[in-house]
C-alpha cells in the first residue's frame, strides 16, 4: 500500500513551527538557537549505507548515518535579549551540532557539501557571521568531528586517504568460521555486526581517519600522527597531549565495535608522536551478564589539572555476582611524573561499581559515585585525594528515589575548555526536577561541600513549570513554560524569548496528575488528557487509550513516587499518543506499570504487576466517569509493546484492543537477559517462556496491531519478532494487522513514516472503538 496521513488537520499540526535547539556560551553571553527539520523525507532514509560492526555507514557523505537537518543559526544576547540571524551561511547546505570556543567568541560546526562530503565552518560571535574553511573534508565516523584544544586552535577527526574503498568479492573466498574457545561468551543479541573478511576489509577503510589541527590564527593544517581507526580522541586540559582509544585487530562477528580489541594511548600533539600505552584490551565477548570489562575503562582526564589521567580497574573479574571487598579500583597517571618513568598508582579502592565523577574546581579534591547493583543503591562521596579514608558522604539513596534525589551538580566551563563545578561563595550549586507527591517542582540548591549543609536559592512554584539553567554573571537563567504557554526563557524574571502557541487548537485540553492505587498497596500514578473543551465534572465516558512502559523498583515506597508535572506545555511531535485528543480520546499518558520486588526475581510476577497496575487505572476513571469500560484500548513502544502484548494475552476483554510498536515477544531469542532481567534463559527457562506473549499466542483474542521499523537495529527488537509474532497470533485466527516501515530503526523519522504511524494508530482505534456503551452514567461497581 502507498504511505497514508491521518488529516490535514493533524498534518498541519505536526507542520507546525518548532521551538529552537539551543546552546548556551561558555561566557553565558549568547544562546545559539539552532533551528531544525524534525522530520526528513524517506528518501534520505533510504539512501544506501552499510552495516558494519553495530554501525550504519553512509560512505557516499562519509560518515555515520544521520537524519536530523539543522536549517538556521541565530545568536541571542542573554543581557538584551535581542537576536541576530547567522549570515554566511552557503546556501542549501546542512549545519551540524555547533561546538563553542573556550572564551565563548567562536563556534564551529560542519556542513553538508552538495557533493555529500563534511566541511569545517567557523562562526563569529561580534560579526554573527559564519564561513566555509576550504580544503578540509571532515568525518564523524566513530569519533567526533571537531574539538576545540584552545581558543585558536581545533582538533579535526578527516578523511584518510586510503584509495579507493574495497569491492566486494565476485564469489565467496570460503566459509565463513567462528570458533567458541570453551569459555562463556554471554555477548547480547547485538546487530549489524560483521560477517565476513570483505566486511572487515570495509569496515577498516571507512573508519580509519586521520587526526589533524587547524590554527584559526594561520589557518595551516598539521596531522597528527599516523591514519588511524580512532574511536575517540580527547586533548588534555594543558593541550599538549592527546588520549586516544583506537581499534586493533582482529575484530568479532559476535560485538559491535565499542567490545573489539582495543589500545587507549597518550600521544603528543604536536606531531602525534606515541609516549605510552594506557589500556590493551582483548575483545570484550567474555564480559559477565550485568558485568563490565576487566583492565583500564572509563579512562579521562582529571579536568583541574594540566594532564592526569584517572581510570578504573574491576577487581572482581568484572563479575557483579563474585563476592568481594572492593570491587573496582580507581588509578591514576600524571604526565610530567610518567616522563620520569613513574608508574600508574593506585589512589583508592570502591566497594561497589564505579559510576562516575564530578570535579570542584580543587585539583587536591574530588567527587566520586559508585553504584551497589544488588540493592540498586548509589552513594556519592566528596574526598581529598591523599586522605580517602576521610571522605565524607554527600548522598547515599536508592536509586529509584525521586523524593530523595539531591540533583546535579551545575558546571562551568574553565578558560582552558574543561568543566568543572561552578563554585561561589564557597558553595557548589545542585539543580534538579524536584519530584514531590503534587507533582515535580524544579530547584536550585547552594551546597557546602565541608559541612553538607543546602540552602534553597530557587523553587519552581505552583502555577507553572519553571527551570534552572545557569548563571548569567549572578543572575538565573531559567526555562519557564506553563498548560497555556511553550517554553521561553528568563533571565531573572526578564523574558528574553517570546515563542507562541504552535497549535492554540490544544489550549483547551484538560491536564491533570491522576493518583491511583494497586489492589496491593502500591500507589500508582499517571498523566491524564481530555480532549479540548472537556472536563472531567461532565462525566464524558469517552474511549480511553492507556500508553505505558514498565519499570523496575526494589520497593513499593519509591515505585509509588510521582514523577512528571501537570503544569507543562502539551506540544504534539512524531508519533506521540496524544494525537488521540483530536479524534476524541481520553490519554492516560505514561501510565505507572512498576514491577517491585527482588531485582533477582522480580520479573516472576511481571504479568500478575502489569494487570493489576492496568485494572487499577482503568476502574478510577471509569468510576469517575471518564472513560467508557467498554472502549479501552492500551499501547506501547519497545518495553511498552511487550507489555502491551502481555496485557491482551494475561487479562482477555479488559481492553477493546492493542497497538504494540517496535517490541520484543519471544523472550528465547534474547537469551542472554533483558531490560533488567539478570538470568539467562538457561538459568530459568520457564520465566523466558513465561514473559514471551509468543507462547500466549493462541490465549490473545483481542485485536492487536503491531509496527515495527524494517531496518532495527536496536538490541533485542529485531524486526523478526513482530514478524514471527504476527505469523503465530494469525496462525491462531487472532485479529491482528502488522505494518513494517521501510528504513525505519527503533524509532521513526521520516515524515512518511511519522503520518502514517499515526494513520495507522488512528484508523485502529476507529475500527475498534464504536460506541457500545448503552448504560446510564453510573459509577463502576
Known amino acids: 500500500m502507498h504511505y497514508q496521513t491521518p488529516g490535514d488537520d493533524l498534518v498541519a499540526l505536526l507542520d507546525a513551527p518548532l521551538t529552537p535547539l539551543s546552546s548556551l556560551s561558555p561566557d553565558r553571553s549568547h544562546l545559539l538557537l539552532i533551528g531544525y527539520e524534525p522530520y526528513p523525507p524517506i528518501a534520505d532514509l533510504a539512501r544506501p549505507y552499510e552495516k558494519l560492526a553495530g554501525v550504519r555507514f553512509d560512505s557516499t557523505r562519509p560518515g555515520t548515518q544521520r537524519h536530523t537537518r539543522?536549517?538556521?543559526?541565530?545568536?541571542?544576547?542573554?543581557?538584551?535579549?535581542?537576536?541576530?540571524q547567522i549570515t554566511g551561511l552557503p546556501e542549501g547546505v546542512v549545519p551540524g551540532g555547533p561546538v563553542w570556543s573556550d572564551d565563548g567568541s567562536r563556534f564551529a560546526f560542519y556542513l553538508e557539501r552538495p557533493d555529500g562530503g563534511l566541511a569545517l565552518a567557523l562562526g563569529t560571535v561580534a560579526t554573527a557571521s559564519a564561513e566555509v574553511i576550504p580544503g578540509l573534508a571532515l568525518t564523524d565516523m566513530l569519533s567526533s568531528?571537531?574539538?576545540?584544544?584552545?581558543?585558536?586552535?581545533?582538533?579535526?577527526?578527516?578523511v584518510a586517504d586510503l584509495g579507493d574503498a574495497p569491492q566486494p568479492p565476485k564469489a565467496p573466498e570460503g566459509p565463513i568460521v567462528q570458533e567458541a574457545s570453551g569459555k562463556q561468551t554471554r555477548a547480547a543479541t547485538y546487530q549489524d555486526l560483521l560477517a565476513s573478511p570483505y566486511d572487515e576489509a570495509l569496515f577498516t577503510h571507512l573508519a580509519t581517519v586521520q587526526l589533524a589541527t587547524y590554527s584559526l590564527e594561520t589557518g595551516e593544517t598539521i596531522l597528527v600522527g599516523k591514519p588511524v581507526l580512532a574511536t575517540s580522541a580527547r586533548p588534555s586540559p594543558s593541550g599538549d597531549f592527546l588520549l586516544v582509544t583506537r581499534l586493533v585487530p582482529p575484530f568479532s562477528y559476535r560485538v559491535p565495535y565499542q567490545l573489539f580489541a582495543r589500545r587507549t594511548e597518550v600521544w603528543a600533539m604536536a606531531g602525534g608522536a606515541h609516549l605510552c600505552t594506557i589500556a590493551d584490551l582483548p575483545i570484550s565477548d567474555e564480559v559477565p551478564q550485568q558485568g563490565v570489562p576487566t583492565g583500564p575503562r572509563a579512562i579521562s582526564w582529571q579536568p583541574n589539572v594540566p594532564a592526569t589521567l584517572h581510570w578504573v580497574e574491576a577487581l572482581d573479574g568484572g563479575d557483579p555476582l563474585a563476592k568481594v571487598e572492593h570491587r573496582d579500583r580507581v588509578m591514576a597517571l600524571d604526565l610530567a611524573s610518567a616522563h620520569r618513568g613513574d608508574s600508574p598508582r593506585e589512589s583508592f579502592r570502591l566497594t561497589h561499581r564505579f559510576a562516575g565523577w564530578d570535579w570542584p574546581d580543587d585539583s587536591g579534591a574530588g567527587i566520586v559515585t559508585e553504584y551497589d547493583r544488588d540493592r540498586r543503591w548509589r552513594t556519592t562521596y566528596y574526598f581529598q585525594w591523599n586522605h580517602w579514608d576521610a571522605r565524607k558522604t554527600l548522598f547515599d539513596l536508592s536509586v529509584n528515589d525521586a523524593y530523595g534525589d539531591p540533583g546535579s551538580f551545575i558546571t562551568t566551563q574553565k578558560p582552558t575548555g574543561e568543566r568543572v563545578l561552578d563554585t561561589r561563595n564557597g558553595c557548589v550549586f545542585l539543580a534538579g526536577r524536584g519530584a514531590t507527591p503534587q507533582g515535580d517542582r524544579p530547584f536550585l540548591d547552594a551546597f557546602d561541600l565541608a559541612t553538607g549543609q543546602k540552602e534553597r536559592l530557587f523553587e519552581c512554584g505552583t502555577e507553572g513549570y519553571e527551570s534552572f539553567l545557569a548563571f548569567v554573571g549572578e543572575k538565573l537563567l531559567t526555562s519557564r513554560q506553563s498548560r497555556t504557554a511553550p517554553t521561553n526563557f528568563f533571565v531573572d524574571g526578564r523574558q528574553i524569548t517570546h515563542y507562541t502557541d504552535p497549535h492554540p487548537e490544544l489550549t483547551g485540553l484538560h491536564k491533570e496528575m491522576l493518583r491511583y492505587e494497586r489492589l496491593d498497596g502500591v500507589p500508582l500514578s499517571g498523566m491524564l488528557y481530555l480532549p479540548p473543551g472537556v472536563v472531567p465534572e461532565s462525566r464524558p465516558h469517552l474511549p480511553l487509550l492507556v500508553w505505558a512502559y514498565p519499570e523496575e523498583y526494589s520497593d513499593a515506597a519509591t515505585a509509588g513516587q510521582v514523577r512528571g508535572s501537570d503544569k507543562t506545555f502539551t506540544r504534539l511531535m512524531g508519533t506521540s499518543p496524544l494525537w488521540f485528543l483530536l479524534r476524541g480520546w481520553a490519554v492516560l499518558m505514561d501510565a505507572s506499570m512498576p514491577i517491585v520486588g527482588d531485582p533477582e526475581t522480580a520479573n516472576d510476577t511481571f504479568a500478575e504487576q502489569i494487570v493489576g497496575a492496568a485494572k487499577a487505572g482503568i476502574e478510577t476513571l471509569v468510576g469517575r466517569g471518564i472513560a467508557d469500560p467498554s472502549r479501552v484500548m492500551v499501547g506501547g513502544h519497545s518495553y511498552g509493546a511487550f507489555m502491551t502484548a502481555h496485557l491482551l494475552a494475561h487479562a482477555p476483554g479488559l481492553f477493546r484492543a492493542g497497538i504494540a510498536r517496535s517490541g520484543a515477544y519471544n523472550r528465547t531469542l534474547t537469551p542472554f537477559g533483558f531490560q533488567s532481567e539478570r538470568r539467562s534463559y538457561w538459568e530459568a527457562p520457564e520465566i523466558y517462556h513465561k514473559l514471551s506473549p509468543f507462547t500466549y499466542a493462541d490465549k490473545i483474542k483481542d485485536p492487536i496491531l503491531l509496527i515495527h521499523g524494517q531496518a532495527d537495529n536496536n538490541s533485542?527488537?529485531?524486526?523478526?519478532?513482530?514478524?514471527?509474532?504476527?505469523?503465530?497470533?494469525?496462525?491462531?485466527?487472532?485479529?491482528?494487522?502488522?505494518?513494517?516501515?521501510?528504513?525505519?530503526?527503533?524509532?521513526?523519522?521520516?515524515?512518511?513514516?511519522?503520518?502514517?504511524?499515526?494513520?495507522?494508530?488512528?484508523?485502529?482505534?476507529?475500527?475498534?472503538?464504536?460506541?457500545t456503551d448503552t448504560s446510564a452514567d453510573t459509577d463502576a461497581g
Open 716 to 771: 533485542g527488537t529485531h524486526t523478526l519478532q513482530s514478524e514471527r509474532f504476527y505469523q503465530a497470533l494469525q496462525a491462531h485466527g487472532a485479529t491482528a494487522r502488522l505494518t513494517l516501515l521501510p528504513h525505519e530503526s527503533h524509532g521513526y523519522r521520516a515524515r512518511e513514516s511519522v503520518l502514517h504511524t499515526l494513520w495507522e494508530m488512528l484508523s485502529w482505534a476507529e475500527r475498534f472503538s464504536a460506541d
Open 70 to 84: 539543522y536549517t538556521s543559526l541565530a545568536l541571542l544576547s542573554t543581557a538584551e535579549g535581542s537576536q541576530r
Open 145 to 158: 568531528p571537531l574539538q576545540w584544544v584552545n581558543n585558536q586552535t581545533l582538533l579535526l577527526t578527516l
